[in-house]
């Protein structure tokens, strides 16, 4: 057990420890010495939103965020009706847990679709649907822009500009935007973007970009050092925006994954140290 | 033997038909009544430059590119002196096949650096030397910017934008952009970019972009039609902006290279008027 105070603002996105329930990652935290947590919805789900407030309150944590809602792109009335049922209930969900961080990853394109404007304008019409409801509860909307290779199927949000354009109708307190070293690395524009967002930055997520990518690209995202990033200056754009909050580490990786999560934290806090926190 | 008018501006990049010498593949351009080539350098080299240029002269096609030259990201010196010449080599070689456009793809990080921002300073040096003398013979080098997915380890150069940022340090003679649909049709900012590329558009090639990607990558391209691209609006701002060249096919694809390369340019020129000439 250790109290690193380095690690006062680290978090451990969920999903890095995949096979651990809710209390088990609360557990696993504490035992690094990990200040938070971003808790996935489906674990959450398993015990209910009351026990794992309780648990990691209890615990002395906080909650980064809650992954995720989103998912806005549907073409056909009832699809969408749903989706935004979904997302009121994502958001009832991270009020509970008292964390102000809903991230969205928006969708791709609906089967057999190559609307991609209509499916971006969706998006919009969705958040001025949720976003006030979001707002009224004192949880913020994190648009989450992902890596170009996933327009098609998984979030038609693509770049922080974007991400920033869609943000910028609503009030900063209803509507950010995730920044996801993963996701922005390559951007040519991302400085002037990050720099842009200020106060809009919801959450800001380290993980490395690997490759060659593996077979199922979502799995291309290694831990730091294992890939291609420069971090430091990443880190230090987003502190000189004005982001004072967690760091959160989140990895889909077949090896983490099969890898003792207890050796997968420990290697994230020494890495995070070395690699993200240095100058 | 057709002589469809539509199929005029239509021409194969010989990597679709990579089984095919560069005999076999301006033959099987007549039998298609496709009017250009795109040729790549190893196999012209097979043949010599000199031998090339007059397979496709007698055929009475046009030389639509050269595909490519690039790589100039090296950080050590020599290699970056030896990529300088072999890039001068290719300005020849394109000089000589008797094509205005040399394709560059610019390269990854180098192994090991995570210095994104030196290998794109390093691309911007390189060009330096070369366009001037690609200007002296009658080469405009024609910058690809790759996707995202692509910036580690094939090409820095990831939008149009920043493509026409470094292009626009040069005379509109030596220096252009290309437009390939695989590459740009995820950034939200294409329409304003493809508009303001204007007569830097050196180079306009099509394929589609697959989901799922294939386990190399670089294979995800695929035939017009078979993924998530919608095709007349980005032909029509590229010809908006004043583009009045060839519209290249050029498609990596392991399915597509194991058909009988006759058929692969029937279908291509079949999906070519149904699904980017329309409006």
């Given at each position: 057990m250790t109290t690193d105070p380095r690690l006062a603002k680290l978090s451990l996105n969920q999903r890095t420890t995949q096979r651990w329930s809710v209390r088990e990652a609360v557990d696993g935290c504490v035992r690094a010495g990990i200040g938070a947590i971003g808790l996935w919805r489906e674990p959450v789900a398993e015990i209910g939103v009351p026990a794992a407030a309780k648990l990691?309150?209890?615990?002395?944590?906080?909650?980064?965020?809650?992954?995720?809602?989103?998912?806005?792109?549907?073409?056909?009335?009832?699809?969408?009706?749903?989706?935004?049922?979904?997302?009121?209930?994502?958001?009832?969900?991270?009020?509970?847990?008292?964390?102000?961080?809903?991230?969205?990853?928006?969708?791709?394109?609906?089967?057999?679709?190559?609307?991609?404007?209509?499916?971006?304008?969706?998006?919009?019409?969705?958040?001025?649907?949720?976003?006030?409801?979001?707002?009224?509860?004192?949880?913020r909307l994190a648009l989450e822009p992902l890596h170009p290779m996933y327009c098609a199927d998984r979030a038609v949000l693509s770049t922080l500009g974007q991400a920033l354009d869609l943000a910028e109708a609503f009030p900063v307190q209803q509507v950010g935007v995730v920044v996801d070293t993963f996701h922005v690395w390559w951007d040519p524009d991302v400085w002037r973007q990050i720099a842009r967002a200020g106060?809009?930055?919801?959450?800001?997520?380290?993980?490395?970009?690997?490759?060659?990518?593996p077979a199922d690209v979502l799995l291309g995202r290694g831990m730091m050092g294992d890939g291609h990033i420069d971090f430091p200056p990443l880190r230090r754009a987003v502190q000189a925006a004005g982001y004072t909050g967690d760091?959160?580490?989140?990895?889909?990786?077949?090896?983490?994954?099969?890898?003792?999560?207890?050796?997968?934290?420990?290697?994230?806090?020494?890495?995070?140290?070395?690699?993200?926190?240095a100058d």
């Open positions: 990691v309150a209890d615990a002395g944590l906080r909650v980064s965020s809650l992954c995720r809602g989103g998912f806005l792109t549907a073409a056909d009335e009832r699809a969408r009706a749903e989706a935004l049922a979904d997302n009121r209930r994502a958001i009832d969900e991270a009020a509970g847990l008292g964390t102000e961080c809903l991230v969205l990853v928006v969708g791709g394109l609906p089967p057999g679709s190559r609307d991609l404007a209509g499916a971006r304008q969706r998006v919009a019409d969705a958040l001025a649907e949720l976003a006030p409801y979001a707002g009224e509860r004192g949880v106060a809009r930055i919801a959450s800001f997520q380290v993980c490395d970009f690997l490759t060659p990518l760091t959160e580490v989140e990895i889909f990786n077949a090896e983490v994954w099969a890898t003792d999560p207890d050796r997968v934290l420990a290697t994230m806090a020494e890495r995070y140290v070395e690699l993200v926190l």
